[in-house]
């Protein structure tokens, strides 16, 4: 089955700079890589996804890049801001949707 | 339209007890799933259902069984239930593309708001 390992597990930035969450995945078959922004106490919801037949996706200041030679992905979160905090998860699917164990990013006003 | 409704949103069970978590979606969504969510864990897959009649187990199916008789509802049953699983619960909904074949998934994945169980 496919295995989607993501790091780091905590990220503290300060408000304005950049953020970048990455992850790998086994499968080579996977051909869906979705990101999920989850509140504390909240539901997650998806924020940007992208599929294997694109190598970048972008949306504001969210933007996802793939390299499926590699197998990885990341997130990329420009000009953070206080509301950007959260756990991030990224996952990936062939049959079934699996997940990453999450980044707890925290942004430093 | 609710989306994804779960219910209960909280359940403290004793050792041995038997419960089932009702998940419904009202988006004609052929795919259901569900997930647990532990410290540390990030979100497992229970089981999925690709439409009513056909379950399957995910990664940690041990303990607990579905069914899915309608497109709607997706109930998961805690058989006897265990400290170990205490845990949020996510049932979860998307589109489901047949051109991608059998069991295949490829869109985007809705939460139900959760049930925060706890099993002493």
């Known amino acids: 089955g496919e295995n989607v390992e993501q790091h780091p597990s905590t990220l503290s930035v300060q408000e304005g700079d950049s953020a970048v969450i990455k992850c790998t995945y086994s499968?080579?078959?996977?051909?869906?890589f979705p990101w999920y922004k989850q509140e504390l106490g909240k539901r997650p919801q998806l924020i940007i996804d992208?599929?294997?037949?694109?190598g970048e996706k972008k949306d504001q200041r969210i933007a996802v890049t793939l390299n499926k030679t590699a197998k990885h992905f990341s997130l990329h979160i420009t000009e953070t801001q206080p509301e950007d905090s959260a756990v991030y998860f990224c996952?990936?699917?062939?049959?079934?949707?699996?997940f990453g164990t999450g980044t707890r990013l925290t942004i430093i006003p | 339209n609710a989306g994804v409704t779960q219910t209960p949103k909280f359940q403290v069970l004793k050792t041995g007890q038997s419960m089932t978590l009702q998940c419904a979606q009202d988006?004609?969504?052929?795919?259901m799933s569900w997930y647990r969510q532990d410290p540390g864990m990030g979100l497992r897959l229970i089981h999925y259902?690709?439409?009513?009649?056909?379950?399957d187990q995910g990664e940690v199916p041990n303990g607990y069984n579905v069914s899915r008789s309608t497109t709607e509802d997706f109930p998961l049953r805690l058989l006897s239930a265990a400290p170990s699983q205490t845990s949020v619960y996510f049932c979860?909904?998307?589109?489901?593309?047949?051109?991608?074949?059998?069991?295949?998934?490829?869109?985007?994945?809705?939460f139900g708001n959760g049930t925060r169980l706890t099993v002493t």
């Open positions: 499968d080579s078959a996977s051909n869906y």
């Open positions: 979860a909904s998307s589109y489901y593309d047949p051109r991608t074949g059998v069991r295949s998934y490829n869109s985007p994945l809705h």
């Open positions: 988006m004609n969504h052929e795919y």
């Open positions: 259902s690709v439409g009513a009649g056909i379950t």
């Open positions: 992208i599929r294997s037949n694109v």
């Open positions: 996952a990936a699917s062939s049959e079934k949707l699996t």
